[in-house]
């Protein structure tokens, strides 16, 4: 007659236990990447890049740096060296409509004024801008 080993039921028993504990480990890992898999990150924060002008042969180079929380959108705008703050900034994620308000040195005669109105669509924003003695349009595009 074989004997049962004694130590056989303490082997099944701790496998058991180590099952068990493996499964649930994965279910706690599996539950906690699921929400992060869920985040977007929101289509305006950024780094924007791409030309501004009077005209199509009139452009010039611009950079937008732009951080939105949800409620409130900031950044700064870099046409040369220096950048300007953005003085008032607005972002309707439903229609994708961008309003932006900045404040330049002038040419040697105070201070430009521009308002600078666009749409976000497909990593691209597109508009117009005008301050006091010009107007244009714009089209950049999300580089970071």
Known sequence: ??????????????MRLTTITASICLCLCLVSVLPA???TTDPISGVWFGYYGTSPRDQAQVRLTLEW?????TGS???GDE???????????KTGAIHMEVVT???????YHYIIDGKVENETITGLWHHEAAKGDFQI???G
């Open 77 to 79: 705008v870099t046409t």
């Open 105 to 111: 040195p002038g040419n040697g005669r105070g201070v």
């Open 141 to 143: 595009k999300k580089i």
């Open 1 to 14: 007659m074989i004997w049962p080993n004694p130590h056989s039921r303490i082997r099944s028993d701790d």
């Open 83 to 93: 950048p300007y703050d953005i003085e008032k900034a607005t972002f309707d994620p």
């Open 69 to 73: 929380n949800g409620k409130v959108l």
């Open 37 to 39: 898999q869920n985040k």
